[in-house]
Protein backbone atom coordinates (compact mmCIF):
# COMPACT_ATOMS: atom_id res chain seq x y z
CA UNK A 1 0.00 0.00 0.00
CA UNK A 2 1.44 3.28 -1.26
CA UNK A 3 2.30 5.07 2.02
CA UNK A 4 1.99 8.59 0.35
CA UNK A 5 -1.72 8.29 -1.20
CA UNK A 6 -2.37 6.61 2.79
CA UNK A 7 -1.22 10.02 4.27
CA UNK A 8 -3.48 11.69 1.65
CA UNK A 9 -6.57 9.75 2.51
CA UNK A 10 -5.99 10.90 6.20
CA UNK A 11 -6.08 14.77 5.21
CA UNK A 12 -9.29 13.99 3.20
CA UNK A 13 -10.73 12.69 6.36
CA UNK A 14 -10.00 14.98 8.24
CA UNK A 15 -10.82 18.67 6.41
CA UNK A 16 -13.79 16.38 4.51
CA UNK A 17 -13.22 18.30 1.67
CA UNK A 18 -10.65 17.76 -1.32
CA UNK A 19 -10.06 21.37 -2.04
CA UNK A 20 -9.08 21.96 1.55
CA UNK A 21 -7.37 18.87 2.06
CA UNK A 22 -5.50 19.67 -1.38
CA UNK A 23 -4.21 23.24 -0.18
CA UNK A 24 -3.04 21.47 2.76
CA UNK A 25 -0.74 18.97 1.22
CA UNK A 26 0.54 21.73 -1.63
CA UNK A 27 -0.87 19.88 -4.92
CA UNK A 28 -3.46 19.63 -7.11
CA UNK A 29 -7.13 18.62 -6.81
CA UNK A 30 -7.18 16.56 -9.70
CA UNK A 31 -3.91 15.00 -8.08
CA UNK A 32 -5.54 14.06 -5.05
CA UNK A 33 -8.64 12.95 -6.74
CA UNK A 34 -6.46 10.40 -8.52
CA UNK A 35 -4.58 9.71 -5.62
CA UNK A 36 -7.76 8.78 -3.98
CA UNK A 37 -9.34 6.73 -6.24
CA UNK A 38 -6.09 4.76 -6.70
CA UNK A 39 -6.22 3.74 -3.10
CA UNK A 40 -10.06 2.54 -3.52
CA UNK A 41 -9.53 0.62 -6.72
CA UNK A 42 -6.82 -0.95 -4.52
CA UNK A 43 -8.78 -1.85 -1.68
CA UNK A 44 -11.63 -2.51 -3.77
CA UNK A 45 -13.98 -0.53 -1.87
CA UNK A 46 -15.27 3.26 -1.37
CA UNK A 47 -13.87 5.06 1.57
CA UNK A 48 -16.48 7.92 1.47
CA UNK A 49 -19.81 9.15 1.19
CA UNK A 50 -20.08 12.09 -0.68
CA UNK A 51 -22.75 15.27 -0.86
CA UNK A 52 -21.78 18.52 -2.26
CA UNK A 53 -20.21 19.88 0.44
CA UNK A 54 -18.57 17.29 1.73
CA UNK A 55 -16.52 13.90 1.85
CA UNK A 56 -17.96 11.42 4.74
CA UNK A 57 -16.35 8.64 5.88
CA UNK A 58 -17.91 5.45 5.36
CA UNK A 59 -17.55 2.44 7.55
CA UNK A 60 -15.08 1.50 5.16
CA UNK A 61 -13.39 4.49 5.70
CA UNK A 62 -13.61 4.72 9.40
CA UNK A 63 -11.75 1.20 9.42
CA UNK A 64 -8.91 2.35 7.29
CA UNK A 65 -8.64 5.55 9.30
CA UNK A 66 -7.99 3.74 12.52
CA UNK A 67 -5.51 1.05 11.00
CA UNK A 68 -4.10 4.25 9.02
CA UNK A 69 -3.32 6.40 12.59
CA UNK A 70 -2.04 3.38 14.14
CA UNK A 71 0.34 2.68 11.14
CA UNK A 72 1.95 5.87 11.01
CA UNK A 73 2.06 6.02 14.89
CA UNK A 74 4.09 3.30 15.00
CA UNK A 75 6.02 4.80 12.08
CA UNK A 76 6.77 7.62 14.54
CA UNK A 77 7.70 5.46 16.76
CA UNK A 78 10.37 3.19 15.33
CA UNK A 79 11.92 6.78 14.05
CA UNK A 80 11.96 7.60 17.78
CA UNK A 81 13.10 4.68 18.73
CA UNK A 82 16.27 4.68 16.68
CA UNK A 83 17.18 7.93 17.41
CA UNK A 84 17.44 7.13 20.89
CA UNK A 85 19.97 4.48 20.06
CA UNK A 86 22.02 7.70 19.80
CA UNK A 87 23.90 9.56 22.64
CA UNK A 88 22.59 12.58 21.75
CA UNK A 89 18.79 13.41 22.71
CA UNK A 90 17.18 14.83 19.96
CA UNK A 91 13.70 13.43 18.11
CA UNK A 92 10.29 15.00 18.65
CA UNK A 93 7.92 15.92 21.92
CA UNK A 94 4.48 16.72 21.76
CA UNK A 95 3.25 18.28 24.50
CA UNK A 96 -0.11 19.39 25.05
CA UNK A 97 -1.04 21.93 28.11
CA UNK A 98 -4.99 23.09 29.23
CA UNK A 99 -2.92 25.99 30.79
CA UNK A 100 -2.95 29.36 28.41
CA UNK A 101 0.03 31.71 27.98
CA UNK A 102 0.66 33.48 30.87
CA UNK A 103 -1.45 31.72 33.28
CA UNK A 104 0.54 30.60 35.13
CA UNK A 105 3.84 31.65 33.26
CA UNK A 106 5.92 29.02 35.45
CA UNK A 107 4.24 26.52 32.00
CA UNK A 108 6.05 27.83 29.43
CA UNK A 109 9.07 28.72 31.13
CA UNK A 110 9.73 25.45 32.40
CA UNK A 111 9.16 24.17 28.40
CA UNK A 112 11.34 27.42 27.58
CA UNK A 113 14.15 26.06 29.64
CA UNK A 114 13.76 22.30 28.55
CA UNK A 115 13.92 23.05 25.16
CA UNK A 116 17.23 25.27 26.03
CA UNK A 117 18.83 22.13 28.22
CA UNK A 118 18.23 19.79 25.03
CA UNK A 119 18.20 21.91 21.73
CA UNK A 120 18.25 18.87 19.50
CA UNK A 121 14.45 17.78 20.60
CA UNK A 122 12.09 19.57 18.49
CA UNK A 123 9.29 20.56 20.88
CA UNK A 124 5.42 20.82 19.35
CA UNK A 125 3.36 22.78 22.43
CA UNK A 126 -0.31 22.55 21.90
CA UNK A 127 -3.09 23.68 24.14
CA UNK A 128 -5.62 21.70 24.01
CA UNK A 129 -9.01 21.61 26.82
CA UNK A 130 -8.26 19.35 30.31
CA UNK A 131 -11.60 17.03 29.31
CA UNK A 132 -9.46 16.44 25.52
CA UNK A 133 -6.10 15.68 27.04
CA UNK A 134 -7.29 11.83 27.53
CA UNK A 135 -8.02 11.46 24.01
CA UNK A 136 -4.93 13.46 22.62
CA UNK A 137 -3.04 11.28 24.59
CA UNK A 138 -4.77 8.06 23.70
CA UNK A 139 -4.54 8.66 19.97
CA UNK A 140 -1.02 9.58 20.18
CA UNK A 141 -1.61 12.82 19.06
CA UNK A 142 0.65 14.33 21.92
CA UNK A 143 3.01 12.50 24.43
CA UNK A 144 3.00 13.77 27.31
CA UNK A 145 -0.01 16.36 28.97
CA UNK A 146 0.31 19.41 31.05
CA UNK A 147 -2.98 19.64 33.01
CA UNK A 148 -5.04 21.67 35.19
CA UNK A 149 -7.18 18.45 36.46
CA UNK A 150 -6.19 15.49 38.19
CA UNK A 151 -6.32 12.71 35.13
CA UNK A 152 -7.76 9.44 36.17
CA UNK A 153 -7.55 6.36 34.33
CA UNK A 154 -6.24 3.24 35.03
CA UNK A 155 -4.27 3.20 31.76
CA UNK A 156 -2.80 6.73 32.12
CA UNK A 157 0.40 7.45 34.93
CA UNK A 158 -0.55 11.10 36.90
CA UNK A 159 1.83 12.91 38.50
CA UNK A 160 0.63 15.88 40.21
CA UNK A 161 3.38 18.86 40.31
CA UNK A 162 2.13 21.62 42.37
CA UNK A 163 -1.66 23.29 43.35
CA UNK A 164 -2.55 26.65 43.42
CA UNK A 165 -5.49 28.30 45.58
CA UNK A 166 -7.80 30.29 43.57
CA UNK A 167 -9.34 33.41 45.19
CA UNK A 168 -12.40 35.55 44.40
CA UNK A 169 -11.91 38.69 41.98
CA UNK A 170 -14.76 41.99 42.84
CA UNK A 171 -15.57 45.33 43.12
CA UNK A 172 -13.09 47.59 45.40
CA UNK A 173 -16.87 48.51 46.73
CA UNK A 174 -18.37 45.10 46.99
CA UNK A 175 -20.08 44.52 50.31
CA UNK A 176 -18.08 41.63 50.42
CA UNK A 177 -14.93 43.58 50.15
CA UNK A 178 -14.86 44.77 53.79
CA UNK A 179 -13.79 41.06 54.36
CA UNK A 180 -10.26 39.39 54.49
CA UNK A 181 -11.41 36.32 53.53
CA UNK A 182 -14.88 34.77 52.34
CA UNK A 183 -16.44 31.79 52.43
CA UNK A 184 -17.77 30.47 48.80
CA UNK A 185 -21.44 30.39 50.36
CA UNK A 186 -21.26 34.11 51.28
CA UNK A 187 -21.13 33.96 46.77
CA UNK A 188 -24.31 32.37 46.46
CA UNK A 189 -26.26 35.07 45.04
CA UNK A 190 -23.39 36.87 42.58
CA UNK A 191 -23.32 36.52 38.90
CA UNK A 192 -20.32 34.80 38.23
CA UNK A 193 -17.70 35.41 34.92
CA UNK A 194 -15.36 32.82 33.78
CA UNK A 195 -12.39 33.79 31.49
CA UNK A 196 -12.35 30.81 29.28
CA UNK A 197 -8.69 31.31 28.35
CA UNK A 198 -8.23 28.81 30.82
CA UNK A 199 -10.54 26.28 30.03
CA UNK A 200 -11.42 24.66 33.30
CA UNK A 201 -12.17 28.02 35.01
CA UNK A 202 -16.09 27.67 34.60
CA UNK A 203 -15.83 23.48 35.79
CA UNK A 204 -14.16 24.72 38.44
CA UNK A 205 -16.19 27.73 39.27
CA UNK A 206 -19.41 25.13 39.28
CA UNK A 207 -17.50 22.53 41.09
CA UNK A 208 -16.58 25.30 44.47
CA UNK A 209 -20.13 26.52 44.09
CA UNK A 210 -21.70 23.00 44.34
CA UNK A 211 -19.12 21.90 47.16
CA UNK A 212 -21.00 24.92 49.03
CA UNK A 213 -24.43 23.81 48.61
CA UNK A 214 -25.61 26.25 45.76
CA UNK A 215 -26.37 26.75 41.77
CA UNK A 216 -24.00 29.04 40.34
CA UNK A 217 -25.15 31.61 38.08
CA UNK A 218 -22.98 31.97 34.84
CA UNK A 219 -23.23 35.17 33.62
CA UNK A 220 -20.44 35.30 31.36
CA UNK A 221 -17.94 33.14 29.71
CA UNK A 222 -15.53 33.27 27.05
CA UNK A 223 -11.64 34.71 26.37
CA UNK A 224 -12.21 38.53 27.22
CA UNK A 225 -10.50 38.92 30.33
CA UNK A 226 -10.47 42.77 29.78
CA UNK A 227 -14.38 42.85 29.49
CA UNK A 228 -14.73 40.60 32.70
CA UNK A 229 -11.92 42.56 34.58
CA UNK A 230 -13.88 45.74 33.82
CA UNK A 231 -17.50 44.95 34.32
CA UNK A 232 -16.56 43.25 37.41
CA UNK A 233 -14.89 46.43 39.17
CA UNK A 234 -18.14 48.31 37.76
CA UNK A 235 -19.91 45.95 40.61
CA UNK A 236 -21.50 43.28 38.03
CA UNK A 237 -20.03 40.19 39.34
CA UNK A 238 -17.08 38.21 41.01
CA UNK A 239 -14.44 35.80 38.92
CA UNK A 240 -12.84 32.94 40.54
CA UNK A 241 -9.14 33.50 39.14
CA UNK A 242 -5.44 32.80 41.11
CA UNK A 243 -3.92 35.32 42.79
CA UNK A 244 -1.19 35.94 40.20
CA UNK A 245 -3.37 37.26 37.28
CA UNK A 246 -4.65 39.30 39.86
CA UNK A 247 -0.89 41.20 40.39
CA UNK A 248 -0.86 40.87 36.86
CA UNK A 249 -4.30 43.09 36.32
CA UNK A 250 -2.71 45.42 38.85
CA UNK A 251 0.28 45.67 36.77
CA UNK A 252 -1.61 46.48 33.58
CA UNK A 253 -3.44 49.76 35.96
CA UNK A 254 -1.91 52.36 34.05
CA UNK A 255 -3.27 51.05 30.28
CA UNK A 256 -6.64 50.12 32.42
CA UNK A 257 -7.40 52.47 34.99
CA UNK A 258 -10.79 50.30 35.64
CA UNK A 259 -8.15 47.63 37.23
CA UNK A 260 -7.83 50.07 40.21
CA UNK A 261 -10.89 49.19 41.38
CA UNK A 262 -10.49 45.99 41.85
CA UNK A 263 -9.88 43.56 44.79
CA UNK A 264 -8.62 40.36 45.80
CA UNK A 265 -10.25 38.72 48.29
CA UNK A 266 -9.17 34.49 49.33
CA UNK A 267 -11.73 32.23 50.31
CA UNK A 268 -11.19 30.02 53.09
CA UNK A 269 -12.23 26.48 51.83
CA UNK A 270 -9.06 24.12 51.09
CA UNK A 271 -10.65 22.69 47.69
CA UNK A 272 -10.56 25.86 45.52
CA UNK A 273 -7.51 24.76 44.01
CA UNK A 274 -6.20 24.29 40.76
CA UNK A 275 -3.95 21.34 40.00
CA UNK A 276 -0.68 20.96 37.59
CA UNK A 277 0.26 17.55 36.99
CA UNK A 278 1.52 15.82 33.80
CA UNK A 279 0.20 12.24 32.17
CA UNK A 280 1.30 9.93 29.94
CA UNK A 281 -0.53 6.69 28.60
CA UNK A 282 1.70 3.94 30.19
CA UNK A 283 1.51 1.64 27.99
CA UNK A 284 3.29 3.55 24.46
CA UNK A 285 6.37 3.75 24.15
CA UNK A 286 8.68 6.38 26.07
CA UNK A 287 11.33 8.28 24.16
CA UNK A 288 14.26 9.94 25.31
CA UNK A 289 13.23 12.87 25.08
CA UNK A 290 9.89 12.75 26.75
CA UNK A 291 11.36 10.58 29.87
CA UNK A 292 13.63 13.52 30.64
CA UNK A 293 10.59 16.08 30.22
CA UNK A 294 8.91 14.24 33.20
CA UNK A 295 12.23 14.46 35.36
CA UNK A 296 12.62 17.67 34.21
CA UNK A 297 9.39 19.72 34.30
CA UNK A 298 8.73 19.23 38.41
CA UNK A 299 12.10 19.62 39.14
CA UNK A 300 12.10 22.68 37.68
CA UNK A 301 9.10 23.81 39.55
CA UNK A 302 9.99 22.44 42.82
CA UNK A 303 13.01 24.83 42.42
CA UNK A 304 10.99 27.80 41.01
CA UNK A 305 8.96 27.61 44.05
CA UNK A 306 11.68 27.36 46.58
CA UNK A 307 13.15 30.36 45.04
CA UNK A 308 9.81 32.78 45.67
CA UNK A 309 10.08 31.85 49.17
CA UNK A 310 13.44 33.29 49.89
Known amino acids: MNLLYLSYFLEIAKKEHLTRAAEELHITQPALSRALASLEQELGVKLFERDRKRLRLNENGEILRVSAERIFAELEEL ?11 GG ?16 KQGVLEFMQAYPDVAIEYLQ ?12 RRIDVAISSM ?9 NEVFQEKLGVLMAADHPLAKEKELHVAQLRNERFFCNNANTDTRDLTVEFCHRA ?18 VVSEGGGVSFLVKNRYDEDQA ?33 YHSKAMRLFCEFFPAFVAAAHEAEKR
Open 79 to 89: DQRLSDTKDLV
Open 92 to 107: KLSIGSSFPDRDPDII
Open 128 to 139: IPPLQLIRALDE
Open 150 to 158: PIESDDISW
Open 213 to 230: GFEPEIFFEGVFPQLIGK
Open 252 to 284: ASVSFPWARNLVFRPVVEEYCRRCCGIAYVKQY
